[in-house]
């Protein structure tokens, strides 16, 4: 398989995605974690976690370094760096096996374990997805470091756009997830969220349209036009 065709840039392009999606969604989480590390006897479905508050603060620290360390792996790969695709693994690695862990102390403490299991289930997914590519028929293809950074750049802007889209629908995407005694608790940090979400959109539209306008070529009229303008 060639690194130029066109289901080469495809699969790199999803690849990138999927990462972007869970370094986001896997920081949301942690973010997240923080009320039941926290504040566990402020919810009745919680309670239980108050003797093991020092864990469920480890859950927020874990989940949030991973988050982190995941959206560096994703500019790894739009930059084809040497390293990019080992790291990946290796985060998508832990973020299962935290999650999982996290999935089954919960079920033991509370009976249940939502809404961690969303981002155990996308980071699961993902790294299956990156373990495929390593196939040698598909990796001749996918291989992240024969990538133009032209390529990498969409694939980057295309990531931006979507985890600004999912900043900003957190609310409605989890609410089913995070709503207790008919208060959703995903509808929070709104000032925070929103403004994450929109700069996230505008840098991902800015990578789509920069190369555009650098591509725009003036006439030599309006040339002249502002060679005549005062300084």
């Not at 590390?37 to 402020?42: G, Q, R, Y």
């Not at 603060?57 to 080992?86: C, N, P, Q």
């Not at 133009?148 to 900043?167: N, P, Q, W, Y």
């Not at 003036?218 to 005062?230: D, N, V």
């Amino acid at each position: 398989m060639s690194s130029n065709s066109f289901f080469s840039k495809l699969l790199r392009f999803i690849g990138i995605m999927l990462m972007a999606l869970t370094g986001g969604f896997t920081l949301l989480g942690g973010i997240g974690t923080t009320c039941a590390a926290l504040f566990p006897t402020k919810y009745e479905s919680m309670a239980a976690l108050a003797p093991y508050r020092w864990l469920y603060i480890l859950f927020v620290l874990i989940g949030i370094a991973l988050g982190i360390m995941g959206i560096r792996a994703t500019v790894m790969l739009i930059k084809g760096m040497e390293k990019a695709y080992s790291d990946t693994l290796y985060i998508l690695l832990a973020g299962t096996v935290i999650g999982f862990s996290h999935m089954e102390v919960s079920r033991m403490l509370r009976g249940k374990s939502m809404p961690v299991d969303a981002v155990v289930y996308t980071t699961l997914f993902t790294l299956i997805i990156f373990l495929l590519f390593k196939i040698p028929t598909i990796w001749q293809g996918v291989d992240f470091t024969k990538a133009k950074s032209s390529e990498g750049k969409k694939g980057g802007g295309a990531a931006a756009i979507a985890v600004g889209l999912f900043t900003l629908t957190i609310q409605y995407t989890m609410g089913s997830t995070h709503t207790w005694g008919g208060v959703n608790y995903a509808d929070a940090f709104n000032t925070s969220m929103t403004a994450v979400g929109i700069g996230l959109l505008l840098l991902g539209a800015g990578i789509f349209i920069r190369p555009m306008l650098a591509g725009i070529k003036f006439s030599p009229t309006l040339k002249q036009k502002f060679a005549g303008l005062p300084k």
